[in-house]
């Protein structure tokens, strides 16, 4: 990953760069984050696709990741907690209705500005879902649901589920539930969910870490049920699905500097109906 700034603009702008030559292929990263639109998901501005490598051209987020805080801080307050995650299972569950599950959801995976703002990154191992059931093994040890590791067909929505569980845990006590030395005690510990929840914290966060962290997917609490939790809403307003704004909503004065940049009206009232990448320049 490398820093540059776009020349037009002077925007800072992360460049993620992809050996094509390499083993990872990057087509499932490339379409969600073209397909995704949320302010809590970092955006793809651009692809640059060479002979060789493939250079994302994405959002730049100031300030670290969650496993960062965690490290340097210790853990959050459940009143911390409560904004951090509102806004990572709005993310999700956006996602989740656009048609495509993260499958890599982490502390790592999850960025933090100075204003405590979210915006989930990595759709490396994320897959489209329209209701079948998937197969791969994906995600990090710690964070994979009990079905995802016993190697069967599992519902993505719900595996996410599970890692949501996981992070929120991490968030209040400062560390994971599953915890091994031994990937093989490990694994036991998650697929039986072998796990001891803070004695400090609330019977509402409680419940709500249960609910994420249920061994059997069937009985596991959904997004969409967890969002209208008492302890999601605590002090706030019901969390509901977040709607994308309608294109035809142009910011005047961004459309106006883009036209002083010397783009015509009309291009750019087609590049957002099309959710069209224009072609930019930038510099390290």
């Not at 989740?96 to 995976?109: M, W």
């Not at 996981?166 to 796990?195: E, T």
């Not at 209208?228 to 910011?251: I, K």
């Amino acid at each position: 990953m490398k820093l540059a700034r776009h020349v037009l603009t002077g925007i800072e702008v992360a460049v993620k760069i992809i050996n094509r030559r390499g083993s990872y292929r990057p087509d499932r990263e490339v379409h969600a984050m073209k397909t995704l639109n949320h302010p809590n998901i970092v955006k793809l501005f651009e692809v640059i696709d060479t002979e060789d490598t493939l250079f994302l051209i994405m959002e730049h987020v100031d300030g670290g990741t969650l496993s960062d805080y965690l490290g340097d801080c210790g853990r959050m307050t459940e009143h911390e907690a409560r904004g951090v995650f509102r806004q990572l299972m709005s993310a999700v569950h956006y996602c989740h209705q656009r048609g495509i599950v993260h499958r890599d959801l982490k502390s790592r995976n999850i960025l933090l500005d100075d204003d405590w703002n979210v915006k989930l990154v990595d759709f490396g191992f994320s897959n489209e879902y329209v209701g079948q059931k998937l197969t791969t093994f994906c995600g990090t040890l710690n964070y994979v649901a009990p079905e995802v590791l016993l190697g069967l067909s599992y519902d993505g929505p719900g595996a996410d589920v599970w890692s949501l569980g996981v992070i929120l845990f991490q968030m209040v006590y400062g560390q994971l539930p599953f915890m091994s030395i031994d990937n093989r005690d490990l694994g036991r510990k998650i697929i039986i969910g072998q796990y001891r929840m803070p004695h400090f914290i609330s019977s509402d966060l409680t419940d709500m870490i249960g609910k994420c962290l249920t061994v059997h997917p069937c009985y596991r609490g959904t997004l969409g049920e967890l969002m209208l939790h008492s302890w999601t809403n605590t002090g706030q307003e019901e969390l509901r699905p977040y709607q994308e704004p309608p294109c035809e909503a142009l910011d005047s004065q961004v459309t106006q500097q883009m036209r002083n940049m010397g783009f015509e009206q009309e291009i750019i009232e087609e590049a957002v109906r099309q959710k069209n990448q224009t072609p930019v320049s930038y510099t390290h």
